[in-house]
Each structure stands twice: as structure tokens, then as C-alpha cells.
């Protein structure tokens, strides 16, 4: 190839790559989710907004970067949902995403359901993924959708709505103690 066509053909590509990379969202994988976001700015705020409270000194010390940070605590809420719901599903794997405010989430949800809600997360048991807005990461609201996940592995036969909310909301209440 001439050299002039080279470098047209490179810089094609980088546009490309510049142009693609937002839309497709980036991804990291703990030992239980497969987390997609948005951009760097939407994991930073999710990390800064879930505060772990008393369950931070159970984290993960020598986490450098924001990804293993959210890895860390993702896994750690996993588990104490576990720990708190006496439920041990195995193996546990679903997919998190994290949109960067709830219009996000409303819009998912509307795809998925056809249905207009006012919700801040849901975890939509046929993709398997829980939907989170980085404006709303707080540790109770993470634990509660976890809380379904692990419901919904545990049980052979999903149970009753109701059921699957009181238990997503022990979990909730359960998981800082
Ligand atoms: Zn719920």
C-alpha cells in the first residue's frame, strides 16, 4: 500500500474507534456480574455514591483503579445478600448496567415492558440484568436488586411478586448490619 493510503487508512480507523467507543459502552466482569457502563464518568459517580458504610472495611484494600473499586464492592454486596438471605445460588452470574441518570432506566424499562415507570433500578429477570443509574448507587438500593437476583436463582420456580419484593427488601434493610 502507498504510504499516503496508510495513513488515510489509519486515521479512518481511529475516527471510527473514537466514534463507535461511546456507543457501545465499556465492561468489566467481577466474580458474579458482567458490568456495563456508559462512559468512565457514569462508573465514577456510581463508585462515589455507593457508600459502603460499615462494610467497607470488608473491601478489597489494594483496589487502585475505579473499576476494581465497583468490582470490589459488587462482589462484597453479593455476598453479604447471600450471608443475609441464607440463600447460596451457584453458580451465580447476571449482567449489571449502569446508566447515568434514571432516564435511562426508564427508557430500558419501557423497551423491555412497554410500560412507563418512575423507577431508579429493576432487575428484569428474562435478560438477567439489574439496570442501575449512577445518580442513585446507594448501597440500599444495589442490595435490593440483588436481593431479586439471588431470589430468583435460588428458587427452582420464581416465587409470587410479593414474595420476591419482601425478600429484595430484607435484603435491603439486612445488608449494613
Ligand atoms: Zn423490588
Same mark, same amino acid.
Given at each position: 500500500?502507498?504510504? +499516503?493510503?496508510?495513513?488515510? #487508512? &489509519?486515521?479512518?480507523?481511529?475516527?471510527?474507534?473514537?466514534?463507535?467507543?461511546?456507543?457501545?459502552?465499556?465492561? %468489566?466482569?467481577?466474580?458474579? !456480574?458482567?458490568?456495563?457502563?456508559?462512559?468512565?464518568?457514569?462508573?465514577?459517580?456510581? $463508585?462515589?455514591? =455507593?457508600?459502603?458504610?460499615? =462494610?467497607?472495611?470488608? =473491601?478489597?484494600?489494594?483496589?487502585?483503579? %475505579?473499576? *476494581?473499586? /465497583?468490582?470490589?464492592? %459488587?462482589?462484597?454486596? /453479593? +455476598?453479604?445478600?447471600?450471608?443475609?438471605? *441464607?440463600?447460596?445460588?451457584?453458580?451465580?452470574?447476571?449482567?449489571? /448496567?449502569?446508566?447515568?441518570?434514571?432516564?435511562? &432506566?426508564?427508557?430500558?424499562?419501557?423497551?423491555?415492558?412497554?410500560?412507563?415507570?418512575?423507577? &431508579?433500578? #429493576?432487575?428484569?429477570?428474562?435478560? $438477567?440484568?439489574? #439496570?442501575?443509574? !449512577? *445518580?442513585?448507587?446507594?448501597?440500599?438500593?444495589? !442490595?435490593?436488586?440483588?436481593?431479586?437476583?439471588?431470589? +430468583?436463582?435460588? #428458587?427452582? &420456580?420464581?416465587?409470587?411478586?410479593?414474595?420476591?419484593?419482601?425478600?429484595?427488601?430484607?435484603?435491603?434493610?439486612? /445488608?449494613?448490619?
Amino acid at each position: 500500500m502507498h504510504l +499516503e493510503r496508510i495513513k488515510y #487508512f &489509519i486515521s479512518a480507523l481511529l475516527l471510527l474507534l473514537v466514534v463507535s467507543g461511546p456507543l457501545y459502552g465499556q465492561e %468489566i466482569r467481577t466474580r458474579y !456480574a458482567t458490568i456495563t457502563y456508559t462512559d468512565m464518568e457514569s462508573l465514577r459517580k456510581f $463508585n462515589n455514591k =455507593l457508600y459502603m458504610g460499615r =462494610l467497607k472495611y470488608l =473491601l478489597n484494600k489494594k483496589s487502585e483503579t %475505579i473499576e *476494581d473499586e /465497583v468490582k470490589s464492592k %459488587i462482589d462484597l454486596i /453479593v +455476598e453479604k445478600v447471600e450471608t443475609v438471605l *441464607d440463600m447460596y445460588p451457584s453458580p451465580l452470574k447476571f449482567n449489571i /448496567v449502569i446508566h447515568p441518570s434514571k432516564q435511562g &432506566i426508564q427508557t430500558d424499562y419501557q423497551r423491555l415492558y412497554k410500560r412507563t415507570v418512575n423507577y &431508579i433500578a #429493576f432487575f428484569s429477570p428474562g435478560t $438477567n440484568t439489574v #439496570f442501575y443509574s !449512577a *445518580d442513585n448507587a446507594k448501597l440500599r438500593v444495589v !442490595a435490593h436488586e440483588i436481593g431479586h437476583v439471588v431470589a +430468583e436463582k435460588y #428458587f427452582a &420456580i420464581s416465587p409470587p411478586p410479593k414474595i420476591h419484593e419482601v425478600l429484595a427488601q430484607y435484603a435491603e434493610t439486612h /445488608v449494613s448490619d
